[in-house]
């Protein structure tokens, strides 16, 4: 597989983003945010939302249109997911968004990576069989999460948040037909459970990406690929 030159400067121009939104730009909105009077715990919630969408989605959008393999985003995606997981082991957190008792965006980084990269082997080119469930998980699941939010107060599970997640995911689904609307329905239902140590960010993409492989296989005619 031939790397081409400008793929090489959108994956520095994306990472750099991405840096730039997870060091400095939710920082300031931490500060922001804790100067209006909201809780700690309210606010690093938020932030780990907006990553999801600024970061996971808007970049999982871009790429169909910027790569013609996925060697560059899956490198860049584990990449993120060592700067993620190394504050949690020197016990020097982001506190603007990371937290202690859990590593859950470690995981949304690598699956970020994986699952788009599967999605394109498997489709023998297409990016969009594994940037669909990504989509699920980066901007379905921050919906569900702001809804929860605002509401609870805390990181919770309710199926408010999950409705809310239903009528994002479904429309977005219909893109790939039949068989997406089906995957980002039954993404938005799994998002309720969690078995530890697996979280959504696990469960969401992978469960929509099986869905959409199988009809790839077996229901072609209810995928639109």
């Known amino acids: 597989m031939e790397i081409l030159f400008s793929e090489v400067l959108v994956t520095v121009v994306l990472f750099v983003w991405v840096v730039f939104l997870v ?5 300031r909105i931490y500060e922001f945010m804790k100067k209006r009077g909201l809780r700690d715990n309210v606010v690093v919630y938020y932030n ?3 990553i999801h969408i600024l970061a996971g989605g808007l970049v999982a959008i871009i790429i169909p249109y910027t790569f013609t393999t996925p060697l560059l985003p899956l490198a860049m995606a584990l990449l993120l997911g060592l700067f993620t997981y190394i504050p949690h082991r020197t016990g020097r957190l982001m506190y603007w968004f990371q937290v202690e008792n859990n590593m859950y965006e470690v995981s949304f980084s690598i699956m970020w990576g994986v699952v788009i990269a599967l999605g ?20 379905g699941d921050a919906v569900t999460g702001l809804v929860k939010n605002t509401l609870f107060k805390k990181r919770t599970k309710s199926w408010w948040g999950n409705l809310a997640m239903a009528t994002v995911s479904i429309p977005m689904g219909a893109v790939m037909g039949v068989a997406g609307m089906i995957a980002g329905a039954v993404a938005s239902f799994i998002e309720h459970f969690e078995y530890h140590p697996i979280d959504d960010n696990i469960t969401v993409p992978l469960t929509s990406f ?12 209810l995928l639109t690929i």
């Open 23 to 27: 060091t400095f730009l939710t920082k």
């Open 48 to 50: 780990r939302k907006i």
């Open 120 to 139: 394109w082997f498997i489709s023998n080119g297409n990016f969009w069989l594994g940037v669909l469930p990504v989509l699920f998980m980066s901007i």
């Open 210 to 221: 099986i869905i959409l492989v199988l009809a790839m296989l077996y229901a072609p005619s």
